[in-house]
């Protein structure tokens, strides 16, 4: 079997197109139809195990601290480790109403994904404060 490599590319950037869109919406729920049924996120200062946890901190949030942002990511690299695994690092930002987009992202992100019917799904994220780029 041969793997379209720019396709596969190509569909794995429409994730954070997706998500970040749904974000905008503050639609926890098409947010989370990203992310697999056991998906960890991790964040400074807790986690959230699980697509159950993740859709209750994002419906939260969405309607408290983080009402009307964005979510910004720049992929910065994606490495596939087999045919359904692939390693996703990015530049991220959540820009708050009135605030304008910081230059460059001030967070670093790793994310893992994998194939679930055709479709790649968050199985993993841990972010951090990124340094400026060199």
Known sequence: ???????????????FDATSSAWARGDADAFTDWYAEEASVILPGFALLGRAHVRAGMAAAFVGALEGSRRLHVVRDVRFLGADTALVVTRSVTVLPGEAEPEPAPELATWVLSLHDGRWLVEAYHSCPAPAET
Request: net charge negative; glycine share 0%.
């Open 1 to 15: 079997m041969t793997i379209d490599l720019d396709a596969q590319v190509n569909a794995v950037h429409a994730v």
